[in-house]
């Protein structure tokens, strides 16, 4: 006689469980359990209607053949969206990976996926793409990442269609609860008054673009904290870039080629900062010793150049952990705002002027 089997155990399986070796579906999965498909979708969506001896024993045989919902057939099925969108345009890689990070973070276990969109905010019908992108993946929510957070005729547009989303800013720009703010202002102030502590008031500042809010507010943040310490910087120190390397070592060797070189500048990004590096190594100038130099976002840059540079760390990969725990909240009721507080992060690439 065979050896009595327990009921309740899975059978043995392999993965690919399903006809001709396809991947195991939720059919498969409730015919080898031996449950119907509707206690199987239930298990998925963690429904507290389910025994747990025999959740144990779904999500062991689960597990066993590799099997995961797919999102947009649940979302057929349950007649909403498990997917999660992220709209960008043209952030620095390191930016858009962290950011993803953090959502995926958030999402891991809670049967969402995220699903991106890179997009150009200055092209005309740029909205109408964010629109088709929205509408054909049928997303929950939209994460929008700064510079298209800051485009109010987006975030019009995502209301009008009843698409939720929040919007990653410098600034608060909607109701608080659509709203994580990273107050770029106050860590560019405390930028300006590090350097004035360390007994530099010739100072420049390498700003991103004008017309990103960012930029605004950290140019703002910086000019105002130095002009509260009796410091006011001539327009020949303040040059505009595009948040890039190579706008950096334009706007540097503009700087450097003073007939009276600043003792200290302060670049909105880490990327144009690494382009003050190499400026200052092809004109024979050493950081820190002849030249302070700071960066903003502390990227893992900051910590590679040599001298690692000093930077405002604003958590990136907290920020999108953020964004996607909003999106997941219930919209019953206001929430608070979520904020990300910059802090300064002192490496080597400063020191009291000669």
Known sequence: MPPSRNKDAPAAVKVGAGKGGKAATINDIARLAGVSKKTVSRIINRSPLVR????????????????????????LAFRKSFLIGMVYDNPTAQFIVNMQYGALDTLRDSGFELVVHPCDSRSPNYIDGV???????????????????????????????????VRIAAVAMDKPERMVVTHDHDGAA????????????????ITGPADYRSAIERTQGFLGALERRGI??????????GYTFESGVAAAEKLLAAKKRPTAIFCGNDEMAAGVYRAALRSGIQIPQQLSVVGYDDSPLASRL?????SVRRDTRDTGRMAAAMLLQS?????P???VRPHLVIRDSCQPPE
Not at 232 to 241: D, G, K
Request: proline share 7%; charged share 30%.
């Open 52 to 75: 747990e001896d025999t959740r144990e024993k779904v999500e062991a045989l689960m597990r066993e053949v590799g099997y995961t919902p797919d999102p947009m057939a649940r979302g």
């Open 331 to 335: 919209q019953d009721g206001p929430r």
């Open 190 to 205: 405390e930028v300006a008054d590090y350097l004035q502590t360390l007994g530099h008031r010739d100072i420049a500042l």
């Open 232 to 241: 006011v910087l001539p327009e020949s120190r303040v040059v505009e870039a």
């Open 337 to 339: 705002m979520a904020s």
């Open 131 to 165: 629109r088709r992108f929205v509408q054909q993946q049928k997303l929950h929510g939209v994460m929008l990442v700064p510079r298209v957070s800051e485009d109010q005729a987006l975030a019009d547009m995502l209301d009008e269609i009843g698409c939720r989303y």
């Open 306 to 310: 040599w001298p690692p540079l000093t």
